[in-house]
């Protein structure tokens, strides 16, 4: 009995994709013009790979899937009478014709699921938690850059992909003179109110103007004391990009009363991810801008209800004013974080793979609201068990699809 044929048939983009992005890797993975990846595009369900094997057929699929290309895996019914085969003129056997050349390629391109790990536990991290907190109460907050390295060397160190471990290795020497160096200028701030309320305004202006300066730097001290497998993450950032996206769409989403909010986090994730490499492999990101503004009616009627509540403080009990307004929020947030963390990991890609996160709205409202209860009732002793078990739902639901290349990569780094 011969073994089951698939036909290869596309089906769309992925979503969350640049669509002008994925035309431009789908063009270039199978050595195509213009005008036949728009007639493909533009077309039904056609075929592009016709009676392969099933194994030939995942990784066609797979390697489709890490461009943002979505295909189905169609089983061909075998037909019992003799014919003979005479291949189509139209579309179909066109372009499968023309995607015969890159199959080669598809085969090394084997496509491997690697889920992340989190191997940590509540009660060890309570142990580390506890010390962090009381040295730093002793210190009078002194000693809270060697607590925050402490605790971030804890999560990197049980975050595992492919069994191997993340590190982190900062100077916490170098983070507390950042810090004071900023908190005495906020301190500076507060003093020059007390004189003026002129000169408070002026401090505080600069403050704003350093801000983004100080992200920045912060944003890539952190990538270059972060490592994978001993190969440090590298960023580099321009200081004119970083004011335009940390203090100029900020600046305008507040203007616009939230309108523009989705934009901005839009061009700070990009930037973000765009500027980070390892081991010389860039990243890319390839969101569809539609999904971030998805989120914005959900945050308009927020506010619109929060500006009602206050509005008409005088006819509704405060109390009653208070839990909605918090329980409205909590719940934005909660749609938010979701939608932002699945945005920010599916449109990230390089040459070694690409990531995908299956953050579900119920399952971390669920998480969030049952650790906020347990914070309360145990007046913040669980507080470390709840950073663990949001540690670990974090790495159950984010997998890293990697390629023949990444393979290759890690054996030439053992």
């Known amino acids: 009995m011969s073994a089951p044929q698939f036909d290869i048939v596309f089906r769309g983009v992925r979503e969350g994709f640049d669509i002008s992005y994925v035309k431009a890797q789908f063009a270039a993975l199978f050595k195509l013009d213009a005008v036949k990846v728009e007639r493909i595009f533009k077309s ?28 189905d895996k169609v089983p061909v019914v075998p037909v019992s009478s003799k014919a003979i085969y005479v291949p189509d003129n139209g579309e179909t056997s066109t372009y499968a014709h ?43 907050g002194i000693l809270y850059p060697w607590a925050q390295v402490r605790s971030l060397r804890y999560f990197y160190q049980n975050t595992h992909l492919d069994n191997a471990e993340f590190r982190y290795t900062s100077n916490p020497q170098k983070i507390f003179l950042v810090q004071f160096a900023l908190m005495f200028y906020i301190a500076c701030i507060c003093y020059a109110f007390l004189i003026s309320p002129f000169y408070g ?17 912060r944003s890539t001290f952190q990538q270059q004391y972060s490592f994978y497998c001993d190969t440090a993450f590298q960023q580099t950032s321009n200081l004119r990009d970083a004011y335009a996206v940390f203090l100029g769409w900020p600046l305008l ?115 969030v609201i049952n650790n906020l209860l347990l914070c309360l009732l145990t007046l913040g002793i669980y507080w470390p068990w709840a950073k663990v078990r949001t540690a670990k739902y974090k790495a159950t639901h984010l997998a890293f699809f990697a390629n023949q290349r990444f393979k290759k990569w890690r054996k030439s780094l053992e």
């Open 253 to 367: 989403a507040v203007l616009s009363a939230g309108v523009l909010a989705p934009y901005a986090v839009f061009k700070i994730q990009q930037y973000r991810v765009q500027t980070m490499s390892i081991g010389g492999y860039a990243f890319s990101f390839s969101a569809n801008i539609k999904k971030y503004f998805s989120l914005l009616p959900p945050l308009l009627m927020a506010e619109i209800i929060t500006f009602a509540c206050v509005y008409y403080r005088a006819y509704i009990p405060v109390g009653f004013s208070v839990l909605m307004i918090v329980g409205l929020w909590l719940l934005i947030f909660v749609r938010w974080r979701v939608a932002l963390v699945n945005l920010q990991w599916n449109a990230p890609s390089t040459k070694l793979g690409y990531f995908v996160a299956t953050w579900g709205l119920p399952d971390y409202n669920k998480l």
């Open 201 to 217: 305004a002026v401090s505080l202006i600069g403050l704003l103007g350093v801000l983004p300066l100080y992200w920045s730097k």
């Open 44 to 71: 039904k369900r056609i075929t592009l790979k016709n009676h392969v094997d099933e194994r030939v057929a995942n990784i066609f699929v797979a390697r489709l899937l890490a461009i943002g290309v979505l295909a």
């Open 98 to 140: 023309e995607m015969h050349q890159p199959v080669e390629f598809l085969y090394g391109e084997h496509i491997r699921r690697i889920a992340f790990t989190f191997s940590g536990n509540g009660f060890e991290y309570f142990k580390l938690w506890i010390i962090n907190v009381l040295v730093c109460i002793l210190s009078a």
